[in-house]
């Protein structure tokens, strides 16, 4: 949605420095600009998010992959599974503030 940076950065906002936020993503951080669809907003809740954060990068396969391999074999869709999956050096990232 066009407004999902600004309501985003109001929950941000909010929390900052007062509350523990946790939050999981698939994304980079640079690609957020481009989702959020309002860069200066991405970037002030960047800043305040990751003030006081740990930064936890995982790569590897998911396991869900595993799981909906074999639903999709039994379903017959097992070239849309193949080509919906995530590779396998994909990264995830989570932010843990430190309070």
Not at 13 to 39: A, F, Q
Not at 54 to 83: F, N, P, Q, V
Request: glycine fraction near 6%; charge should be positive; hydrophobic fraction near 35%.
């Amino acid at each position: 949605p066009r407004r999902s940076g600004e309501f985003l950065f109001e929950i941000i906002l909010r929390r900052h420095e007062t509350r523990s936020t946790i939050m999981t993503s698939n994304r980079p951080l640079e690609d957020w600009g481009k989702l959020l669809v309002d860069v200066p907003s991405a970037t002030a809740i960047l800043d305040r998010f990751l003030h006081h954060a740990e930064i936890l990068s995982i790569t590897g396969r998911s396991y869900r992959l595993k799981d909906r391999a074999g639903m999709s074999d039994k379903a017959g869709s097992k070239d849309r599974a193949e080509k919906d999956a995530v590779p396998e050096d994909t990264e995830k990232a989570a932010v843990i503030p430190r309070l």
